[in-house]
């Protein structure tokens, strides 16, 4: 009986721990979409393009600071830096996405789409977030797939700064949409089943999830419903 009360104790202390782990990360989420906000609008006014002068190099440099990002996350997790240095990704972030704001809102029906895609993202992350919270099914097992769909978007877009080809751009908006969609799903399950219990590096990993899924259902609506009239 006693063993019995044990493994309760441990097993509703785990789930505790859990939910206050996903939680937080939930919390700190939505904190982080403020400096990516003021990231973004800050960027538009300065018209800033780290890509202007030299794709290749630009996209070097953001490999480079986005790297440097993550190593110090992940080496300050654990204390209230890893909650600065992820503040200080999500402000990054938002001046490397002020490009495509200023692109986008260069159409007439420009802040339209830029609502519908952040309606849209809502939309997305709500829907795999619950499903990965109340699915008795474990997607683990996606985690290698998804990360080699990364890998290819990856080279297909390093590509297309150099081919410039609508078609392509938007085939690969799609995919990444599919793809960073399904990692809502894997990286939410993660928390909810135990295998990731610091949420510095869930918010991280969750955000990372959103931003991409934004940017390409941004970029889409810009393909096929920016109106410049």
């Given at each position: ?6 493994t ?13 782990v ?5 919390w ?7 400096p990516?906000v ?16 030299s794709?290749?190099i ?8 986005a790297?440097?990002f993550?190593?110090a996350?992940?080496?300050?997790k ?11 990704f999500?402000?990054?972030m ?40 109340v ?18 978007i990856?080279?297909?877009s ?9 078609a ?7 995919v990444a949409?599919?793809?960073f969609?399904a ?17 510095i ?20 609506l ?8």
């Open positions: 009986m006693n063993q019995l009360d044990t309760f104790g441990h097993s509703t202390t785990s789930l505790a721990t859990r939910n206050r996903l939680r937080n990360t939930y700190l989420l939505a904190l982080s979409m403020i990516t003021l990231g973004a609008w800050l960027g538009v006014q300065m018209h800033l393009n780290l890509f202007a002068a794709p290749m630009g996209f070097v440099l953001f490999l480079a600071i790297f440097g993550f190593y996350i992940e080496k300050t654990n204390s209230g830096w890893g909650v600065a240095f992820l503040l200080g999500t402000f990054f938002g001046l490397m996405l002020s490009r495509l704001i200023e692109f986008t809102l260069g159409f007439s029906n420009g802040a339209g789409l830029i609502m519908t895609a952040f309606g849209g993202t809502a939309i997305i992350f709500c829907g795999m977030a619950s499903i990965a919270t699915s008795k099914r474990d997607f683990s097992g996606l985690g290698k797939f998804l990360f080699a769909g990364v890998l290819v990856l080279v297909a390093l590509a297309n700064m150099f081919l410039h080809l609508p392509l751009q938007l085939t690969i908006s799609v949409i599919a793809i969609s990692y809502i799903l894997f990286d939410v399950q993660q928390v909810v089943n135990g295998g990731e219990t610091n949420y590096s869930a918010t991280l990993a969750i955000y990372l999830d959103v931003y991409n899924v934004f940017a390409n259902l941004l970029s889409i810009g393909i096929v419903g920016g109106n410049r009239d």
